[in-house]
């Protein structure tokens, strides 16, 4: 809040998109009123359409594996207050080739461990129906334990 002389005027709240690609999730979001500070994707090529979908939105390239929740909170000038993110499903999904030793399985763990770091209000997370399959169950499940009793966690369609 911000406020003077018994005038308060609500800021809105700071929300981040991990793994933005060219920015539906931020779609979505500006869509509900939650305009996201910051985003961040690895993808050069795959985030080249983001400013110009998003030009309120400051696009950050990183390696979210490499990212600290401490860094995103300071690109986003402060507490974060909701986390969207969409990680790379490829390896989950099942009209993909659903390799359990694709690298990039192990971003749905560096999700939620930076939803844990960045503590926010709430987050929202989309991925696929494969991450409830037996082969990638497990993976979710270690993910999810990053966040324990502290959010209501629906996992929808699985």
Known sequence: MIGGKGCFVQE??????????CGGFSLGAEAAGLA????????????SSFSVNH??????????????????RQEAGGQVDGVFGGPPCQAFSAI?????NDPRRTLLGHFFR???????????????????????????????????GKYNVLVDGI
């Not at 996201?36 to 050069?44: E, I, K, L, N, S």
């Open 12 to 21: 809105a709240p700071r929300i981040v998109d991990l793994f933005c690609g």
């Open 114 to 148: 930076l939803v844990s770091e960045l503590n926010p209000s709430f987050f929202v997370m989309e991925n696929v129906k494969g991450l409830g399959y037996a082969d990638a169950r497990p993976t979710l499940d270690d993910a999810l334990s990053l966040v324990p």
């Open 36 to 47: 996201p500070t910051v985003a961040f994707d690895v993808d050069p090529i795959l985030t």
């Open 96 to 100: 993909g080739h659903r390799n359990v």
């Open 55 to 72: 030009p309120h939105t400051r696009l950050k390239l990183a390696d979210l594996s490499k990212v600290t929740g401490a860094e995103i």
